[in-house]
C-alpha cells in the first residue's frame, strides 16, 4: 500500500516552493527567457531558503526534507519558470550523489557549497556527442597518474555547464567492456583543462544554459574518485532514478500552468460557464491526465522515501508525465489560437520548454525499456500468473 | 503522386529553388523574424505569385491544385514562407479573381509585396453602404504585414474586403512562436473599401486558405519525416543505428502513413475547389483539420528521433514543429474547423 498523503513537513517546503515561484522565479520568467543565459539571481534566492538541497542531510547543508517534498516542490517552481527549475534540479541530483556515494571528506568539501550556493551550482556531466541513451559508449577516459587522475574527453548538452562551480563527471577507466569500466569524478570548475563551450541555442529553456564541456588534460587529485573504480555507471544510474522524479514533477509544473492559463483564457472568452464541450473537455483531459501523473510521481517519491526501490516506479511517472504535459501543452496552444503564440503569453513557452522532459535524463523510448524489462522480469520470476504483475 | 505536365514542371522548378534559395536561408528568417524589404519582389521574379491564377490573366495557370503542391514543397524549406504565399494565394488572389478584378490581379501577380489576411472572428465590423464597405476594428497579431484582406461581421452578415496597406495603422510587431518570419503584427483598421464580398465570397476564401494551410503543413511534415529517417541512419547508439529500433521504425512508419492521407485530403480539396464540385469547403475544412494535426504529431515524433540535438537550434527540426504548432493561429483553429464540418455533415444528414 502506498500513502500518498504528503507529511506537514513536506507540504511546508511545498509552500516555502510556492512562494519562491511567485515572488522570485515568476516574475523573472519572461525576461529569462528572451534575453537567454543564466538565472544566477534566482538560484541565489533558492539557495538562501535551502531549496538547493531538498533531500540532504541537515548537517551538510540541505533540508533533509526528502523525495516527496522535493516533487512537491519542483512541481511549484516548474508552474513558474522551467529554466530556473532545471538547474534546481540537477543541483539537487549533484548533491544527494555527493551525499550518498561521497566519502566524508568529499561530502564536507561539496556539499554544503551545493546547498548554499558556493558552488553556484552543480552539474551532471554524462552524455557525450556519440552517447546519450547509452552512455556506456562514451569516450571519455580518465587515466591514473602518480599525482590522481587525467582526463580528456568532451561531454555534451551539459545542464548549467556555463556556471557550475562543481560537475560529476564520467569517464572510462579501463578497457572493460560495457558499463564496468566506467568511473565518476567530481570535477570543480576552475580546474585547468576543464573548458565551457558556448551555449547552445535551443527551443525552450532558454534561460537555462547547455553547454558542451571540453577535458584536454583535466588533471585532478585522487579525492576526485567518486565511489570505487569501475563503479561509476551504477552511480549515474541511481542518480537518474531520483532525476527522474525531478524530471516528472518538471513536467508536471509546466502542463499544469499551461491548462490554467488556457483555462483562464477559455473563461475571460466564453464566461466560466459557457466554455464549449469542444474546449472544456480538452481542459477536463489534461488536468486528468496530469493528475494521473503526479499520482505515479508521488508514488515513485514515496517509495523511494520508504527505503524501497522505485526506478521503474520512477521511468513510469516520468514517461507519463512528460508526454501528458506536451500534450498539454499543446492542446493550449491549439486552443489559444493567434494569442497562444504570442511571446507575450506564457503558454508558447511552456509548450517549448516542456518538450525536452521527453528527451533528457533517458528518453520516453529509454523509459519505455525500463518498464518492459520490468514486466519481463516479472513474468519470469512468476510465468504461472502473469496477470499478477503487482505495482 | 502525378501531376498534370505544367504543374510538374513548376513543381521541379520549386524543388531546384528550394535547395538553392529557401533552405540556405529559412533559419535566419526564423530568427530575424521576416525577410528582406527586397524579398517579395524576388518572389514575383520567380513565378511564385499567381501560381492559381489562369495564364490568360497573368498566372501560371496551375490551379489551386498547382499553388498546393508549390506550397507544400515551399513549406519544406521554410514554413513562414509558405505560410505567406499561402495567405497572399489562398486569400487574396482568390478575391480579385473572385471579382475578376484586373488591376488588383496585376498588383498581386506584380510587385506589390504579400497580402496578409484578417479572417471572421477577429472582431473586425464590416458595413455595407450602397458603393462601399466600411472596415473597422484593431486586430492583435494579424498574419501579414502589407495589404490585407479583411472578413468582418456586419448588420447585413459576413462582408469581406481588400485594405491596402496606406489605409492600415500598423502596430507593434509581435514575436510569435512559430512561422516567425509571416510578420505578426497589430493592425488598426478603419478604411472604406471599394471592393467587397459578401458571405459566400469569404467562405470561399476560407476554403482556399484551408487547402493551402494544408499544404504548408504537409511540407513541413514531409520535412521533419525525411529529415528523421536520414539521422536514425546514420546515429548509432547500443553500437546500432537507431533505424533498426522497432520504436524509431513505427516512428517513422506512422508520421509517412499519416501525412500522405493528409496529403490525399488536400490534394482532394484543391481538385474539388478548382472544379467547383459540391462539398468543396467541407473537403477543405477536413483537409486542414486532418494536416495540422498529423503536422505536429509529425514534427514532434521527428523531433523526438533527433533526441537531444532535436531540442537544439543546431537541426531545424525544433522550427519544423514550431511551424507546424503555429498553423492553428492563422485562421480557423480546429473548434471553428470541427463546428463547420458537423453543420455540413449534420445538413447532410437531414
Ligand atoms: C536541454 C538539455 C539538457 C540536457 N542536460 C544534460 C545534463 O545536464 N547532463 C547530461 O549528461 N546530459 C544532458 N542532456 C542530454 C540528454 O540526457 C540526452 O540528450 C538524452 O539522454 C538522449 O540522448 P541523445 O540525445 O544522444 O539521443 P539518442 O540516444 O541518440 O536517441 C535518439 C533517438 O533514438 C531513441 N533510442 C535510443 N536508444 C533506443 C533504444 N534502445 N530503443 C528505442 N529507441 C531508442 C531515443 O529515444 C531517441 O528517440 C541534456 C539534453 C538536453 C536537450
Known amino acids: 500500500m502506498y500513502d500518498l498523503v504528503p507529511e506537514p513537513g513536506e507540504l511546508a517546503v511545498q509552500t516555502l516552493a510556492q512562494r519562491i515561484a511567485g515572488e522570485v522565479l515568476r516574475p523573472a520568467a519572461v525576461d529569462l527567457d528572451r534575453r537567454g543565459g543564466f538565472p544566477t539571481e534566482s538560484l541565489l534566492a533558492l539557495s538562501r531558503s535551502g531549496l538547493m538541497g531538498i533531500n540532504v542531510p541537515r548537517d551538510l547543508g540541505g533540508l533533509a526534507a526528502g523525495p516527496v517534498a522535493y516533487s512537491l516542490a519542483v512541481t511549484a517552481l516548474a508552474h513558474a519558470c522551467a529554466s530556473t527549475t532545471v538547474a534546481l534540479c540537477v543541483n539537487n541530483m549533484v548533491a544527494e550523489v555527493v551525499t550518498h556515494f561521497g566519502s566524508p571528506d568529499q561530502r564536507a568539501a561539496h556539499v554544503p557549497k551545493l546547498c548554499d550556493g558556493g558552488h553556484v551550482v552543480g552539474a551532471f556531466a554524462l552524455s557525450e556527442a556519440s552517447a546519450g541513451s547509452d552512455p556506456a559508449g562514451m569516450r571519455t577516459r580518465a587515466r591514473r597518474t602518480e599525482r590522481g587522475w587525467v582526463i580528456d574527453g568532451s561531454k555534451l548538452w551539459i545542464t548549467s555547464g556555463s556556471d557550475a562551480g562543481l560537475f560529476v563527471v564520467w569517464a572510462k577507466t579501463s578497457d572493460d567492456p560495457g558499463t564496468r569500466g566506467i568511473s565518476c569524478f567530481l570535477v570543480p570548475g576552475d580546474t585547468p583543462g576543464l573548458s565551457r563551450g558556448k551555449p547552445e541555442h535551443k527551443l525552450g529553456l532558454c534561460g537555462s544554459t547547455t553547454c558542451a564541456i571540453e577535458f584536454s588534460g583535466c588533471e585532478v587529485g585522487p579525492q576526485a574518485l567518486l565511489d570505487d573504480v569501475g563503479r561509476g555507471f551504477r552511480v549515474a544510474m541511481m542518480a537518474l532514478d531520483g532525476g527522474r522524479i525531478g524530471i516528472a514533477s518538471q513536467a508536471i509544473g509546466i502542463g499544469r500552468a499551461a491548462t490554467q492559463a488556457a483555462a483562464s483564457w477559455a473563461c475571460e472568452r466564453y464566461g466560466a460557464n459557457g466554455v464549449p464541450q469542444g474546449v472544456a473537455f480538452a481542459l477536463a483531459d489534461s488536468a486528468t491526465e496530469l493528475d494521473a501523473a503526479a499520482l505515479l510521481t508521488l508514488r515513485a517519491a514515496w517509495l523511494k522515501r520508504e527505503g524501497r526501490p522505485f526506478s521503474h516506479q520512477a521511468s513510469m511517472a516520468k514517461l507519463l508525465a512528460s508526454e501528458k504535459a506536451f500534450a498539454a501543452c499543446n492542446r493550449a496552444l491549439g486552443m489559444m489560437g493567434a494569442q497562444g503564440q504570442d511571446c507575450d503569453h506564457p503558454v508558447e513557452r511552456f509548450f517549448r520548454d516542456v518538450r525536452v522532459t521527453m528527451i533528457y535524463e533517458g528518453t520516453s523510448e529509454v523509459q519505455r525499456v525500463v518498464v518492459s524489462r520490468d514486466i519481463a522480469r516479472r513474468y519470469d520470476a512468476d510465468p504461472r500468473s502473469p496477470s499478477e504483475l503487482r505495482l | ?350
Open chain 2, 1 to 350: 503522386m502525378k501531376w498534370p505536365a505544367h504543374v510538374e514542371a513548376l513543381q521541379g522548378a520549386v524543388v531546384a529553388l528550394g535547395a538553392r534559395e529557401l533552405g540556405p536561408n529559412a533559419a535566419r528568417w526564423d530568427s530575424s523574424a521576416g525577410f528582406e524589404p527586397t524579398f517579395a519582389a524576388k518572389v514575383a521574379d520567380w513565378g511564385l505569385f499567381g501560381v492559381s491564377v489562369p495564364e490568360v490573366q497573368g498566372g501560371a495557370g496551375a490551379g489551386l491544385l498547382g499553388a498546393a503542391v508549390v506550397i507544400e514543397e515551399i513549406a519544406a524549406h521554410s514554413g513562414s514562407l509558405a505560410m505567406r504565399l499561402a495567405l497572399h494565394e489562398g486569400v487574396a488572389v482568390g478575391f480579385a479573381l473572385g471579382l475578376a478584378d484586373t488591376s488588383l490581379l496585376a498588383r498581386l501577380i506584380g510587385n506589390g509585396g504579400f497580402a496578409g489576411w484578417v479572417g471572421l472572428g477577429r472582431g473586425v465590423t464590416a458595413e455595407q453602404s450602397s458603393d462601399r464597405l466600411r472596415l473597422q476594428g484593431s486586430v492583435c497579431m494579424a498574419p501579414g504585414d502589407g495589404d490585407l484582406v479583411v472578413a468582418g461581421h456586419g448588420t447585413g452578415g459576413p462582408r469581406v474586403g481588400f485594405v491596402a496597406a496606406d489605409q492600415l495603422s500598423s502596430g507593434r510587431a509581435r514575436a510569435a512562436c512559430g512561422l516567425r518570419a509571416v510578420g505578426w503584427t497589430d493592425v488598426v483598421i478603419d478604411a472604406d473599401v471599394e471592393h467587397s464580398g459578401n458571405a459566400a465570397v469569404a467562405a470561399r476564401l476560407g476554403a482556399r486558405l484551408s487547402v493551402l494551410i494544408g499544404a504548408v503543413a504537409c511540407g513541413l511534415a514531409r520535412a521533419a519525416i525525411s529529415q528523421a529517417t536520414a539521422y536514425a541512419q546514420v546515429r548509432e547508439q547500443f553500437g546500432q543505428s537507431i533505424a533498426q529500433f522497432q520504436a524509431i521504425q513505427w516512428k517513422l512508419a506512422n508520421g509517412a502513413t499519416e501525412r500522405d492521407a493528409a496529403w490525399l485530403l488536400v490534394t482532394d480539396a484543391a481538385g474539388r475547389l478548382d472544379a467547383q464540385r459540391p462539398a468543396a469547403n467541407e473537403a477543405a475544412a477536413r483537409a486542414q483539420l486532418a494536416a495540422v494535426r498529423m503536422s505536429v504529431s509529425a514534427c514532434s515524433e521527428a523531433l523526438q528521433v533527433h533526441g537531444g540535438y532535436g531540442y537544439t537550434r543546431e537541426f531545424p527540426i525544433e522550427r519544423l514543429l514550431r511551424d507546424a504548432r503555429a498553423c492553428t493561429a492563422i485562421d480557423r483553429g480546429d473548434d471553428d474547423l470541427r463546428a463547420a464540418l458537423a453543420a455540413a455533415i449534420t445538413a447532410r444528414f437531414e
